[in-house]
């Protein structure tokens, strides 16, 4: 029975992992590869930027005043990759002190003394790219500048005069620039900060507008496939999809084309639901429809229309499949992280660990009772042998004064004749008669 609960417990545990692992954000075989080793990527030229005045404070330009208002606006601006239109934006100066580092289609811009943390992502920025290309099934981020700030303040002096700027952003995207800022510490102490899922996030936010030549696409698109693509993970996402799912809290994609919700509790499931339709729309058998989309968008049909001729169904319909599909994925799922869940398994635990020590107790008895028997057989044998060996005669003869033979056999016969008892006799007729 203890082995049985074992097991029991074993399957459930298994069945939690692989319904963690398939309802990640990316399916497998989706997520970014791995970069390919330095040597065949690090081909470029490190310049010390002789010293220059830094950026200068924001101007009241006549264009970007008129323009700035509605940066925010398009549809496919979200708040790390703000959209502002062409010729608005100017790309910002190198900030003295600052080197550079020019690897042909990009260029990083970096503190001397942020040498060590940037490093990481000049080694995997062309595997990043190779997969944002492949994905979109076009050439893309043919020329970008990536500046990485020591700090949130300093980047914000990073962004372009006029430009809009996130307030709470580890990085930002200026896709109409090619231009990508990042911070090395995040916003608030002690947060976790993944430096290299911040530059593939961007970058995948200025490889989609580099695909679609600019063309605007929904919000819930425009960061769907940022995250996706990225490979970022996030367990309370996954959590937030599976209770909205059971709840019946998810929210229509028409209300999230050009914004999301205020409400912190909405936009959270406004972004799991994001990531979690592009990865429908990106699964393995459907990635040529998703390369057909990005075309269709690319020649600038609106997105129902790039849907219809892509997947062949309209993007209501195509809504109501995925939410089939996420009804399958997560029904069972906020069960199994629900605590009601781990509580039992706590409880099957203690009953296993219980039946087992009883098991073992019950053998331990067992074995001591064998050996008791064993040492009272031992004893027995013991005293039956000294019994045996009293009642045994022992003959001891002396080799110093050896008796003849002759006189042991007379000393014998004189011996049993002294002891022979007398028996009556009588005579008769001449012969003696013994009496009976």
Known sequence: MGRAAARLISWCLLALLLLVAGSSSAAPGDLVPPPPPPSEIREGSTVVAPPRAGPSAPTEDADATETAPGTNELPSSVADAPRVGHGVLRMPPI????????????????????LGRVQPLIAQAAAVRHDLSERLGFPVLSEVRVMIARTTGEMETFAPSGAPYPEYAAGVAYS???????????????????LG??????????AL????????????????????????SSFARMKTLSMSTVGGSLIPLHELERSFPNDETKAQV?????????????????????????????????????VLDAYAVDLATLELEW????????????????GTFFWVIALGLAVWAWRRRKRRDKLVLQRWAREEAM????????????????????????????VPVAQLAASAAASAAANEVEVPVVQHDGSWHTLH
Request: glycine share 6%; charged share 25%; proline share 3%.
């Open 270 to 306: 406004a972004y799991a639901e994001a990531v979690d339709v592009v990865r429908f729309l990106v699964r393995r058998e459907d990635i040529h429809r998703f390369r057909t989309l990005i075309t269709e968008l690319r020649e600038a049909k609106t997105f129902e229309q790039a």
């Open 176 to 194: 109409d620039l090619g231009l990508v800022l990042l911070s090395l510490t995040p916003l608030h102490a002690g947060q976790e900060q993944d």
């Open 95 to 114: 900030p003295a002190g600052f080197n550079t580092y020019d690897a042909g289609w990009v260029r990083f811009v970096y503190h001397p003394s942020s």
């Open 375 to 402: 040492e009272d057989l031992h004893r027995e044998r013991a005293r039956l042998a000294l019994r045996n060996e009293a009642a045994r005669v022992h003959i001891v003869l002396s080799r110093g004064n050896e």
């Open 323 to 338: 939410r089939d599909d996420a009804s399958r994925r997560y029904t069972f799922l906020p069960i199994l992280l629900s």
């Open 209 to 232: 507008h580099d695909a679609l030549n600019g063309q605007s696409v929904p919000r819930w698109f425009n960061e769907g496939f940022a995250v996706f693509a990225s490979g970022e």
């Open 197 to 206: 899922e911040v530059f593939r996030h961007e970058l995948a936010h200025v």
